[in-house]
C-alpha cells in the first residue's frame, strides 16, 4: 500500500520530513511512524468534516434535515400522521409533501456539543447521510408554507 500521496507528502514536509527519513522510520521506528500516521489521518478526518455542511436522517415518517453552520445546528424537523400515505424512506415523497395538509414540523438551532466537525461525525455514525443545500432549502420553505 502506496502511502506516499501528494497530499501526505505536503504533511510530512510540514513535518520536517523527507521520503527518505519518512522511509527509515517505517522501517525502524514503527512506533514513531505509527504516531504520525496517526496525526495526519486526524487532520485529513477534519479536512473531511469540513466539506460537510448539509445532513437528512428518514424514517418511514420522520425527515430531518441538518444545516451544520461555522457555529451552530439548524435542524428541520418534518413527522407524518401515524395513518399518511407517504414514506420518507422513499425519495419522491418529499415531492409530495406540498400536497400533504397535516405534516407537523419544527426548526430548533443550537450549538455544537463537541465541535462541529466531532458532531457532524457523530450523526454519520448514528445514520444520517450527507446532502446538499438544495434539499434544505426546499423543507425551509415548505415548512414555513405548512405554517401560513
Known amino acids: 500500500m502506496e502511502l506516499l500521496t501528494e497530499d501526505f507528502i505536503e504533511f510530512l514536509y510540514l513535518k520536517g520530513i523527507n521520503k527518505f527519513e519518512w522511509k527509515l522510520l517505517l522501517d525502524y521506528s514503527s512506533a ?4 504520525i500516521l496517526g496525526n495526519y489521518s486526524e487532520m485529513t478526518f477534519e479536512k473531511v468534516m469540513r466539506t460537510v455542511n448539509f445532513l ?3 424514517t418511514t415518517n420522520t425527515l430531518e434535515l441538518i444545516n451544520c453552520t461555522d457555529r451552530k445546528i439548524i435542524s428541520i424537523f ?5 395513518k399518511s400515505n407517504l414514506n420518507f424512506l422513499k425519495i419522491d415523497s418529499v415531492d409530495k ?6 405534516i407537523s414540523s419544527k426548526q430548533i438551532s443550537k450549538r455544537y ?7 457532524i461525525f457523530n450523526l454519520i455514525e448514528s445514520g444520517y447521510k450527507v446532502v446538499d443545500k438544495k434539499m434544505f432549502g426546499y423543507l425551509d420553505i415548505t415548512r414555513k408554507s405548512q405554517l401560513n
Do not use: I
Open 97 to 102: 409533501l406540498q400536497a400533504t395538509t397535516s
Open 113 to 119: 456539543f463537541y465541535s462541529r466537525e466531532k458532531d
Open 32 to 35: 514513531e511512524a505509527l504516531n
Open 56 to 58: 437528512e436522517y428518514r
Open 78 to 82: 418534518l413527522e407524518l400522521p401515524l
